[in-house]
């Protein structure tokens, strides 16, 4: 069995970094499903819509089971299902096929990314539960970042459906390796499951609640940027992004695709880290000299909204930078350009991934912190970018691609605006 700690935060970081790179190698090969099976823009986007479908109308079942039960049958459960739908998403020979093949993949990871978190919040001491998140959180944009990389190289070599075989494959492994883990002992919900009344019970506690608002447009702007960016790129900065040498006219758009994977996705790795880190390290000062707040302790012990808000400070601050790099990006003259304010902005939106979800497992009853993650979850789906990459498509479809992107930075705006402090809730 698997005790150490920090052997548990290795094996779920590896498995977050898994999760993100098979997320979005869908992001990297999207020109070439377009041409392959004949698809606009909107039904494009309607692929990333279906994915998160999947995944945020099963993550409230997953957080009331993970409240009730041993978390890690339910994550081996769901890296097994992901890893089989990522597969099967290189088998679909139409767009029916494929949604369905993503709406799968999104409910393995609902069960995953709902109550990883938590494990590793019950593991981890006090003093470094914040640094450990931030290592889990850092998964995020380095798989997501291989995701582009790894389907781009694999697709210029082999096809798009070769990148979801391979991406695929390790999942299968390690959804065993989760059942080694000694999990920690835990007082478990004993009430009748209400999924209605947790969510009405978490959104009435105001720190919470603006958390989730505020992230839900956040998350929005990254799933569409995330999904639309190496398309962007390919079309907005070809002749830039253009080999010196090509045979064939397709030779040519599969050389400007695959660059333009690489170099968004070395930009993202970079970015994400660096924001990532910056982040954790932010809330640490933010929260020093706070008191300390017990682990048991009750979400609305003032000592734990002092330090949630501290935390919340730190996310409002990552946005504000963020928004007007996002849009200079989307006007930027040169692909150079683009890739300077692109960079920058991406480090201020990833400033937020680990303070944004320990503020939601701070500001919940510790007896309902699966639940809260998978409350959060379900709410930054289903208000964010559930629906963002659609409508991205949908403008693409009708206006050019920088006036379609446009629509990001008004998410970053929003988030800036839930998230700034309050003078009524100052720590």
């Excluded at 993970?66 to 769901?78: E, N, S, T, V």
């Excluded at 040519?252 to 695709?257: D, H, K, V």
């Excluded at 503020?359 to 789906?381: D, E, K, N, Q, Y």
């Amino acid at each position: 069995m698997i005790r150490n700690r920090w052997v548990i935060l290795v094996l779920l970081t590896g498995l977050n970094f898994f999760n993100y790179l098979d997320r979005l190698i869908v992001a990297a090969v999207l020109p070439r499903i377009k041409d392959d099976l004949g698809l606009s823009n909107t039904e494009a986007g309607l692929l990333a819509t279906v994915f998160l479908a999947g995944y945020f109308v099963t993550s409230p079942l997953f957080g009331v089971l993970g409240d009730r039960m041993a978390r890690k049958w339910l994550i081996a459960a769901g890296v097994l299902t992901w890893s089989l739908a990522t597969v099967g998403s290189g088998l679909a020979t139409n767009l029916w096929l494929l949604i369905l093949a993503r709406a799968v993949v999104g409910i393995g990871e609902a069960s995953y990314a709902t109550l990883a978190p938590t494990i590793i919040d019950d593991v981890m001491p006090a003093q470094h539960k914040g640094k450990a998140l931030a290592i889990f959180f850092l998964a995020i944009p380095v798989g997501g970042a291989c995701g582009y990389l790894f389907g781009g190289f694999v697709q210029s070599m082999w096809g798009w459906r070769a990148a979801f075989f391979l991406g695929g494959g390790p999942g299968l492994v390690l959804a065993l390796t989760v059942l080694l883990i000694a999990e920690p002992a835990r007082k478990l919900e004993t009430a009748k499951a209400d999924i209605a009344h947790t969510i009405g019970k978490l959104f009435r506690i105001p720190l919470y609640r603006r958390a989730v608002l505020g992230y839900c447009a956040h998350t929005a702007t990254i799933g569409a940027f995330s999904y639309w960016a190496p398309t962007f790129l390919s079309e907005r900065f070809a002749d830039a992004l253009s080999p010196a040498t090509w045979t064939t006219v397709t030779q040519r758009a599969e050389l400007i695709l695959a660059k333009a994977n690489f170099l968004f996705g070395l930009v993202t790795v970079v970015a994400g880290a660096v924001g990532t880190i910056l982040g954790g390290f932010l809330v640490d000062r933010a929260l020093r000299g706070l008191p300390t707040v017990p682990a048991d302790a009750p979400h609305d012990d003032p000592r734990n909204r002092r330090a949630a808000n501290a935390q919340l400070q730190v996310c409002a601050l990552g946005v504000a930078v963020a928004c007007p790099l996002a849009i200079a990006a989307f006007v930027a003259p040169s692909a150079l350009w683009f890739f300077v304010f692109a960079g920058l902005c991406e480090v201020g939106l990833f400033l937020s991934t680990a303070p944004i979800n320990a503020i939601m497992l701070r500001t919940a009853p510790v007896v309902l912190r699966a639940s809260a993650m998978a409350v959060g979850i379900f709410a930054i789906h289903l208000l964010g970018d559930l629906w963002s990459p659609t409508l991205v498509g949908v403008l693409l479809d009708y206006v050019v691609p920088t006036l379609a992107m446009m629509a990001l930075p008004v998410g970053i705006a929003i988030a800036t605006l839930v998230w700034w402090p309050r003078a009524h809730e100052a720590p």
